[in-house]
């Protein structure tokens, strides 16, 4: 039996989860490279199908990853995978593959099977060993890891986990590489950079730097309106934000 994502998730959402919540990690934070833009769409990594890998008789963690899946333990199936994340890289080879499992499977899955607290803390594990592998790999490689797709979308979500966690010094350090690299990939005119920087107003915020908050939140509304965004949820909430 091949057991694609969308059935995966089905069979997770079936179960009681504690964590479900847990998606933003402020109200009206946005995941900034979760909804692709029109410059990054083409490259952004697709949802994982399960029956790529379980296909593949090579593969010996995906297997056990499956069957516990199929007798109805996902939650220790999500336990499997975080006790064996390298060996998991390993099998998944590429890092599109690893980008699209964690993203398609295995965060829907803490969200689900992980209080608030663990799920914070997982989801930064994650996102860290991901961003050091790809930088790792490509740079063994040769390919150029600060632009693929893959490590552009995990410095995003590595930044927001820092802040989900008030390591909000770290998330800023995060988000400005972030803005360095969508700068030198697609240029400033993108909604990429725009979110990114509403993000980074959001953390400076969070930590209690107001005035400097307010001169982002400034920076991403005129981006958001140079580029026609003023119907989206983050133009809404800039604009919310500016006006307390």
Not at 13 to 21: V, Y
Request: charged share 25%; with cysteine; glycine share 6%.
């Amino acid at each position: 039996i091949r057991y694609p994502l969308a059935i995966l998730l089905l069979l997770l959402s079936a179960c009681s989860g504690k964590g479900r919540n847990e998606n933003q990690p402020y109200p009206g934070t946005s995941d900034s490279l979760y909804s692709a833009s029109a410059e990054s769409e083409a490259n952004r990594p697709q949802p994982m199908e399960l029956d790529e890998l379980e296909s593949d008789q090579t593969k010996t963690l995906f297997p056990q990853f499956m069957k516990l899946v199929k007798e109805n333990r996902s939650g220790e199936a999500l336990d499997f995978y975080l006790h064996n994340q390298e060996g998991f890289a390993n099998e998944l080879e590429s890092c599109e593959k690893i980008y699209r499992f964690s993203d398609g499977v295995i965060i829907p899955m803490i969200n689900i099977y992980k209080d608030s607290v663990e799920a914070k803390r997982e989801l930064l594990r994650i996102h860290s060993f991901n961003s050091k592998y790809f930088e790792s790999v490509n740079q063994m490689r040769g390919d150029d890891s600060e632009t693929s797709a893959e490590y552009l979308q995990t410095l995003g979500l590595l930044a927001i986990s820092y802040a989900r966690l008030n390591e909000f010094d770290q998330g800023l350090k995060i988000s400005d590489k972030l803005l360095k690299l969508l700068e030198k990939v697609y240029g400033r005119n993108c909604s990429d950079y725009a979110n990114t920087l509403f993000n980074r107003a959001n953390i400076l915020a969070m930590s209690g730097k107001m005035v400097e908050a307010r001169h982002t939140y400034l920076d991403a509304k005129e981006l958001y309106e140079k580029l026609g965004m003023q119907d989206s949820g983050e133009y809404l909430a800039t604009i919310s934000r500016l006006s307390k």
